[in-house]
């Protein structure tokens, strides 16, 4: 029994050593190409800069949390690691229900609570989702009514319950509509991207 311990440690030591000396020999296109990809995945994590996504797969990788299977370039065995990394650093704040995004200057935030309702939902597209609630609360900060009906379309009400629980006549309802219209149509058009 203890034989067998002792081997799969130098089992381990040797994994160890060879994730070690296949990540130093890298070229640095594809160091490139790995920090591009931790930069695509920390966009979609609030609060996670892409350099932790980085430095914690690699941690991960050396410790042998996940095993490098023969055969898998060191690349592609990286690029899955990172995007389990990214999924725990999700479920994990998703467990704590802190998530928060919030648009740098502008004061607005919103918080992933719906997400929870949706237990297989993309964690990318629910942290998408947040970010444009967060986009829509910063172009309309001024237009109360305006407040009202995103909170009212966010919650899958229909324009007449929309109306009835805020307390809006149809004339306000459409004129703010048409208000949010012109306005999305002109950050549209001026590229305003996010």
């Given at each position: 029994?203890?034989?067998?311990?002792?081997?799969?440690?130098?089992?381990?030591?040797?994994?160890?050593?060879?994730?070690?000396?296949?990540?130093?020999?890298?070229?640095?296109?594809d160091?490139?190409?790995?920090?591009?990809?931790?930069?695509?995945?920390?966009?979609?994590?609030?609060?996670?800069?892409?350099?932790?996504?980085?430095?914690?797969?690699?941690?991960?990788?050396?410790?042998?949390?996940?095993?490098?299977?023969?055969?898998?370039?060191?690349?592609?065995?990286?690029?899955?690691?990172?995007?389990?990394?990214?999924?725990?650093?999700?479920?994990?704040m998703?467990?704590?229900?802190?998530?928060?995004?919030?648009?740098?200057?502008?004061?607005?935030?919103?918080?992933?609570?719906?997400?929870?309702e949706?237990?297989?939902a993309?964690?990318?597209?629910?942290?998408?989702?947040?970010?444009?609630?967060?986009?829509?609360?910063?172009?309309f900060?001024?237009?109360?009514?305006?407040?009202?009906?995103?909170a009212?379309?966010?919650?899958?009400?229909?324009?007449?319950?929309?109306?009835?629980?805020?307390?809006?006549?149809?004339?306000?309802?459409?004129?703010?509509?048409?208000?949010?219209?012109?306005?999305?149509?002109?950050?549209?058009?001026?590229?305003?991207?996010?």
């Amino acid at each position: 029994m203890q034989s067998y311990n002792v081997n799969r440690n130098e089992e381990a030591d040797e994994a160890t050593a060879a994730i070690a000396h296949a990540i130093q020999a890298l070229p640095e296109e594809d160091l490139l190409r790995l920090k591009a990809l931790a930069r695509l995945r920390a966009r979609s994590l609030p609060g996670v800069e892409w350099a932790d996504v980085l430095n914690e797969t690699i941690v991960r990788a050396l410790r042998g949390t996940r095993r490098w299977s023969p055969g898998v370039p060191i690349i592609s065995f990286l690029a899955w690691s990172m995007r389990s990394v990214c999924d725990e650093y999700w479920r994990k704040m998703r467990r704590e229900r802190t998530v928060l995004v919030s648009l740098e200057g502008t004061g607005a935030s919103w918080t992933v609570e719906q997400a929870d309702e949706a237990p297989d939902a993309d964690p990318e597209r629910t942290a998408a989702a947040v970010q444009m609630l967060a986009i829509l609360d910063a172009l309309f900060a001024e237009d109360e009514i305006a407040l009202k009906i995103i909170a009212g379309l966010g919650d899958g009400l229909s324009a007449a319950e929309i109306r009835v629980r805020y307390g809006l006549s149809e004339t306000d309802y459409d004129s703010a509509r048409k208000r949010m219209r012109r306005t999305l149509l002109r950050h549209n058009l001026r590229g305003w991207e996010r």
